[in-house]
């Protein structure tokens, strides 16, 4: 399994802005299934920590509606260098078998407004949700989440589209 943890090329502003990603060798009829891990629920008292103006950038396109409170979840929903490291550790634990990378590094500061938080993202057909913390044998202190989408991935069996 490759682990591919990157160190930021800066001084942080905050302690939460890791990010964490897997790639599951197997997973729904699909291969080479990437999924995006996120924190799902988060101290309310955390959003009053931060100085949101130095945090959030410019938006990405600006003749499109953007929203704060979106650009905010991006951040609220990183990991700790703590917790992505016992994140991390987690994966490459109980996983080990299933996974053929995982990739970390640090968002990349200010946030640009009209970026959608993985939160806030529904499932469908192809889209879904892992819930790590309701799988059995849970260790973590936080829960996880990992986003996936099926339809950006190629099937087992070809030809099965």
Not at 24 to 33: A, H, L, M, P, Q
Not at 58 to 85: H, K, M, N, W, Y
Not at 113 to 138: M, Q
């Amino acid at each position: 399994m490759e682990i591919d943890v990157v160190p930021a090329d800066f001084n942080l502003p905050v302690h939460r802005a890791w990010t964490v990603s897997m790639v599951i060798k197997s997973f729904k009829g699909r291969k080479d299934v990437t999924v995006h891990l996120f924190r799902p629920e988060w101290d309310p008292a955390e959003e009053k920590i931060y100085d949101w103006g130095a945090l959030i950038g410019d938006p990405v396109d600006p003749d499109l509606p953007v929203s704060i409170e979106s650009c905010r979840r991006i951040l609220l929903e990183s990991f700790t260098e703590e917790e992505r490291d016992a994140l991390v550790t987690y994966l490459k634990t109980r996983y080990k078998d299933k996974l053929s990378e995982i990739h970390a590094c640090a968002l990349n500061l200010p946030i640009p407004l009209g970026l959608t938080a993985l939160s806030e993202l529904t499932e469908g057909k192809s889209v879904g949700f892992i819930r790590f913390d309701k799988i059995p044998n849970y260790t973590l202190s936080f829960p996880v989440r990992g986003y996936f989408d099926l339809s950006q991935h190629k099937p087992i069996i070809e030809g099965l589209d």
